[in-house]
T-cell receptor, first 110, second 112 residues
Framework: DGGITQSPKYLFRKEGQNVTLSCEQN?????MYWYRQDPGQGLRLIYY???????QKGDIAEGYSVSREKKESFPLTVTSAQKNPTAFYLC?????????FGPGTRLTVL | QKEVEQNSGPLSVPEGAIASLNCTYS??????FFWYRQYSGKSPELIMS????GDKEDGRFTAQLNKASQYVSLLIRDSQPSDSATYLC????????????FGTGTKLQVIP
């Protein structure tokens, strides 16, 4: 089955910890994205990558980091510098501008 | 700042009626337009894409694009309770990279 997977589905973080969210796709898409969604709000772009070994900051990149070492993988690290990380995190990949989303990771700071 | 505007709703329609969802965008140099459906607690699912002026039909869904007026709409015919969800409009702005801007979504409630 082709698609996008994200893990874990739920993640709990203590204050001061870094955590890494996984995103993998087997759709052979070049471009991948990370969004954050807060309750009742739209999607805000954190980082995006159009090609392996290259990525760009989105609108809210502060406190986050990414890597793109393989076409299939685009992990997101939420660092301790992100002051309000509790949110629903969505990974997407795209072909011909249409974006396809993974199931999401719900991060909660304890 | 390129923007995509949607009425947050909720838009309530009776079962079997036509639901009409609207979206306006700010940049005339937009090329691609998308509608996503997002159920509560789930990720967005692409349901329609439209690239040229006019109507595009897919089953009970019709997307309408009017570039001169800078709006795109989604019609859902014979609305069902299972259509109750938040519908996100997304616009791809030309600029040499694959990046889209999402609206905040319209919540649709189909009343049985």
């Amino acid at each position: 089955d082709g698609g996008i997977t994200q893990s874990p589905k739920y993640l709990f973080r203590k204050e001061g910890q870094n955590v890494t969210l996984s995103c993998e796709q087997n759709l052979n898409h070049d471009a991948m994205y990370w969004y954050r969604q807060d309750p009742g709000q739209g999607l805000r772009l954190i980082y995006y990558s159009q090609i392996v070994n290259d990525f760009q900051k989105g609108d809210i990149a502060e406190g986050y980091s990414v890597s793109r070492e393989k076409k299939e993988s685009f992990p997101l690290t939420v660092t301790s510098a992100q002051k309000n990380p509790t949110a629903f995190y969505l990974c997407a990949s795209s072909m011909s501008n249409a974006q396809y989303f993974g199931p999401g990771t719900r991060l909660t700071v304890l | 700042q390129k923007e995509v505007e949607q009425n947050s709703g909720p838009l309530s329609v009776p079962e079997g009626a036509i639901a009409s969802l609207n979206c306006t965008y700010s940049d005339r140099v937009s090329q691609s337009f998308f509608w996503y459906r997002q159920y509560s607690g789930k990720s967005p699912e692409l349901i329609m894409s439209i690239y040229s002026n006019g109507d595009k039909e897919d089953g009970r869904f019709t997307a309408q694009l009017n570039k001169a007026s800078q709006y795109v709409s989604l019609l859902i015919r014979d609305s069902q309770p299972s259509d109750s969800a938040t519908y996100l409009c997304a616009v791809h702005y030309s600029g040499g990279y694959q990046k889209v801007t999402f609206g905040t979504g319209t919540k649709l409630q189909v009343i049985p």
